[in-house]
């Protein structure tokens, strides 16, 4: 039997991050998260993840709970 | 307001209480002078007893306020490290073993540009700190470009390393971020900030 995994989401902001975990075993976990992110993207955040902690992270567009961390940046703008 | 409030309160009271109405003070004179003169002393004592507790009371209101705001200020600091501490461990990990080392030793580290191929240099400065490093090693310009709302330093050092090395991000980023020219080595040195 394939053991649950946690994924985390750090979402940045002025508090240095805010931290939401979900656990790939509970649908209701998994779909506060997906919410979480898809509000976050649509207010113009930018997403990055990866299946590990360790491997780098790239961009992506849609949540994906199969992933170990993911970082959530506001958007971009110039200085 | 309730301060200000209280103040006005309070002032209103002393003023109206220590002047007595005009016919009062017509009666008081018609009476005689040697008791009016001794009334008189004695309202100007009440006057100044009841000034000097309205004085102590303003004072003691302003010290409370002084203490309060410092606690607040004190309580923003703590929140404003406690952010910085939060920060830096996210970009901590977000760094590759080499970028760690570098950072540690140096306060920057270097990205290789997503689909550019170009090299950056990310300094932990809070403006114009990305450096464009030419082949020559030498900086070309730097670029100005950040996450939005008020991130601690280090989550803005991570955020634009997040965007650069991806090839996705990389050109957007590049569009939206301002050029400057490069500064001097010393410069640079001086515009770094490393507070945890």
């Known amino acids: 039997m394939d053991k649950a995994l946690v994924g985390e989401m750090n979402i940045m902001d002025r508090s240095g991050h805010k931290q939401m975990k979900w656990n790939t075993d509970k649908l209701d976990e998994i779909l506060a998260a997906k919410e979480t992110f898809d509000t976050l993207i649509k207010e113009g955040y930018s997403a990055f993840g990866s299946k590990s902690k360790t491997e780098a992270k790239h961009s992506i567009r849609e949540f994906d709970s199969t992933m170990e961390e993911m970082v959530i940046v506001p958007r971009t703008v110039g200085g | ?31 005689g002078n040697g008791s009016g003169r001794n009334n008189a002393s004695l309202a100007a004592r009440a006057d100044g007893n009841r000034l000097r507790g309205f004085y102590e009371w303003v004072k003691e209101q ?13 309580e923003e600091m703590r929140k404003d490290r406690r952010a910085k501490r939060r920060a830096l461990s996210l970009m901590m990990r977000l760094l590759s073993p080499d970028q760690r080392v570098e950072f540690r030793k140096y306060r920057h580290f270097h990205v290789v540009g997503g689909s ?23 900086v070309r310009h730097r670029l100005c470009a950040h996450p939005a709302g008020d991130v601690p330093v280090y989550d803005v050092m991570a955020a634009q390393m997040l965007h650069l090395q991806d090839p996705a991000t990389e050109p957007r980023f590049l569009q939206r971020a301002n050029i400057h020219p490069a500064l001097s080595d010393d410069r640079a040195r001086a515009s770094s900030v490393w507070i945890v």
């Open chain 2, 116 to 138: 550019s191929g170009n090299r950056y240099r990310i300094r932990a400065a809070a403006f114009a700190n990305i450096d464009v490093v030419g082949s020559d090693g030498k």
């Open chain 2, 1 to 31: 307001m309730p301060i200000l409030q209280e103040t006005w309160r309070v002032v209103r009271r002393v003023l109206f209480r220590t002047n007595p109405p005009a016919s009062a003070r017509l009666q008081n004179g018609r009476a």
């Open chain 2, 62 to 74: 302003m010290l409370e306020a002084q203490r309060d705001s410092e606690l607040v200020m004190q």
